[in-house]
């Protein structure tokens, strides 16, 4: 017997307006969509296109600051929305439609664990009991490959890493096992591999239960694993919609073929230097946190003017061996050096000028920008307090930063952080690591969460920034283009351990080693099979019901 095809959300004419300058300006022109029960549309585009408000409308829901305007019809299985009570919305929000967000980071409650946050909804809607809801969330974490499943729910947020965070939110939202899921972006934070076991649980949970969902992604290899229909969109306008594999195929608009185009910005490697002292050098370090050991035994060297680019599967160390480097996490053993000269392990006993050799650019540029701080303080503050800047100074040196960055510093000085697009806050979050003056900066996943064009962007601008100012990089990422496209060195790390190591050109020729291999061939291809094909490959043709079975 078939699975039921029948509408479950019909959208016409949807406009929708944002408030700005004291007017409401339209921000989302007119757009239709149909959805069918068990169908996944895929909605991409570059910032700015509208997506995620489009995505959040069919939840009957807009931003602080928007509205849907007169006109506009949103009928969820024969519900129109725009008219149904406050109450009714929120009483079929997180039962029947449920929304993964994009940055799992800053939508957790840091107060309360996992657990207990995945049970509220299915417990308040009266849908499971307590205990009934734990036993499901467990099952739900298997089927999502988190480690312990048994036992990471009772963790708190910080404890668990982003990639693990982002799947316990998805499994948050299959709860209630709702009609519609909203996917914003929910594999953006997860390395290769594990993205792999995400999509693949996802496809399994909306075949199983006939589960609708619009998923919002600016990686199209990814919507081409995920989506029955591509709908793609450009500054609130609908360009073009087909079925995927049409879509990829032939896509008809040129604004589209343009997002198809393989990344164009690869800048020539350099090579190592054959004689003098690293700027920064891992020797031998261990650490812990608590009493578990975390890192093993990791070292690498980053010469002054390089780039070199660290990658593994979510809790292989890269993130906590940035932590070392800069104090916040001392070594249990090992040494890290600047110039050959040991660094104290703590950052609280490192003279200034050691601490400002040493910044990062941090990943989610949303939780790592207060927002309600203006731009020209957020830049001023490191200003200041490394130079001791003051008064007309201070102003003269963070528009120069604004200027490096490529930001008019007559529009952007009194802005606030919710006023800029994502690409413009990583931008600030750019030019606040250069008001110190460093010599070496962490860049730490800072374009995973940006649209190829926008990504495309920054590593321009961080290539260019390198060229003008003699900056050496640490690239943490789980995105092999960004890898190609940027790095000198490659440091491959797996279980808190460094595997293999190398020129870039050297580490992407074969052969490599087994857990590069690995890393190389789970990058997603502009193919729909491709993800089928690779499971089957690898001896899995269906993820959620491998981990059933295991569970039973």
């Known amino acids: 017997m078939s699975a039921d095809k029948s509408v479950l959300l019909k959208i016409r004419n949807l406009r929708i307006e944002g408030y700005s300058d004291e007017k409401w300006i339209e921000i989302v022109h007119g757009i239709d969509l149909t959805l069918h029960r068990g169908e996944v549309m895929g909605l991409i585009g570059e910032s700015g296109a509208g997506k995620s408000t489009i995505g959040l409308a069919a939840m009957g829901f807009t931003r602080d600051g928007c509205r849907i305007s007169e006109g506009s019809s949103i009928e969820f299985d024969g519900m129109e929305l725009t008219t149904t009570p406050a109450s009714d919305l929120q009483c079929l929000r997180g039962a029947r439609i449920a929304y993964v967000a994009q940055s799992a980071a800053a939508s957790f409650n ?72 909203i996917f914003d972006e929910p594999t953006t934070a997860l390395d290769v591999t594990t993205q792999i076991e995400v999509l693949s649980a996802i496809r399994d949970i909306v075949d199983q239960f006939n589960t609708a969902a619009i998923y919002i992604t600016h990686d199209l290899a990814v919507v081409a694993q995920m989506a029955n229909v591509i709908k793609v969109l450009l500054k609130g306008d609908e360009v073009e ?191 606040r690591s250069l008001a110190a003056g460093p010599t070496f900066i962490i860049c730490d996943e800072v374009t995973s969460a940006l649209d190829q064009l926008v990504a495309e962007g920054i590593l321009r601008l961080l290539d260019k920034l390198q060229k003008e100012l003699n900056l050496s990089y640490m690239f943490i990422t789980h995105d092999l283009a960004t890898v190609r496209s940027i790095a000198d060195e490659v440091v491959v790390m797996q279980y808190g351990k460094v595997v293999e190591q190398g020129p870039k050109d050297e580490m992407f020729t074969p052969p490599h080693h087994e857990y590069t291999d690995l890393l190389l061939s789970s990058v997603p291809e502009m193919d729909p099979d491709w993800l089928t094909t690779l499971l089957e490959e690898r001896g899995v043709d269906d993820i959620g019901e491998a981990a059933r079975e295991k569970h039973k």
């Not at 089927?143 to 982003?162: A, D, M, T, W």
């Not at 060297?301 to 940035?322: N, W």
């Not at 040196?397 to 009194?414: C, G, T």
Request: charged share 25%; with cysteine.
């Open 110 to 181: 840091p107060a309360h664990k996992l657990i207990d946050q995945h049970t509220e909804a299915p417990v308040q809607y009266r849908i499971k009991k307590r205990l009934e809801s734990q036993e499901d969330a467990m099952e739900l974490y298997e089927r999502l490959r988190l480690p312990n499943p048994r036992e990471i729910g009772f963790r708190y947020p910080h404890q668990v890493s982003g990639g693990q965070l982002q799947r316990a939110m998805t499994a948050m939202a299959m709860a209630c096992r709702p009609d519609l899921i």
């Open 241 to 431: 919609e087909a079925d995927t594999r049409t879509m990829l195929e032939n896509p008809k608009n040129e604004y589209t073929k343009s997002l198809w185009a393989v990344r164009e910005f690869k800048r020539e490697q350099k090579p190592r230097p054959t004689q003098g002292v690293p700027l920064i050098s891992v020797k031998n370090v261990d650490a812990s946190y608590g009493d578990t050991p975390v890192l093993h035994d990791v070292s690498f060297d980053i010469f002054e003017g390089m780039t070199v680019a660290v990658v593994g599967e979510s809790g292989s160390g890269k993130s906590t061996t940035a932590r070392c480097i800069t104090g916040l996490l001392p070594p249990t053993s090992g040494e890290i050096l600047f110039k050959g000269q040991a660094l104290p392990p703590d950052y609280r006993n490192r003279t200034k000028d050691q601490l400002r050799q040493a910044q990062m650019i941090y990943q989610m540029a949303d939780t790592a920008l207060n927002p309600k701080v203006k731009i020209s303080e957020i830049i001023g503050r490191p200003a200041q307090f490394y130079s001791g800047l003051h008064g007309p100074d201070l102003k003269s040196r963070v528009d120069e930063l604004l200027d490096l960055i490529e930001l008019d510093p007559s529009q952007y000085y009194n802005r606030y952080p919710p006023e800029l697009s994502g690409g413009q806050k990583q931008r600030i979050g750019i030019a």
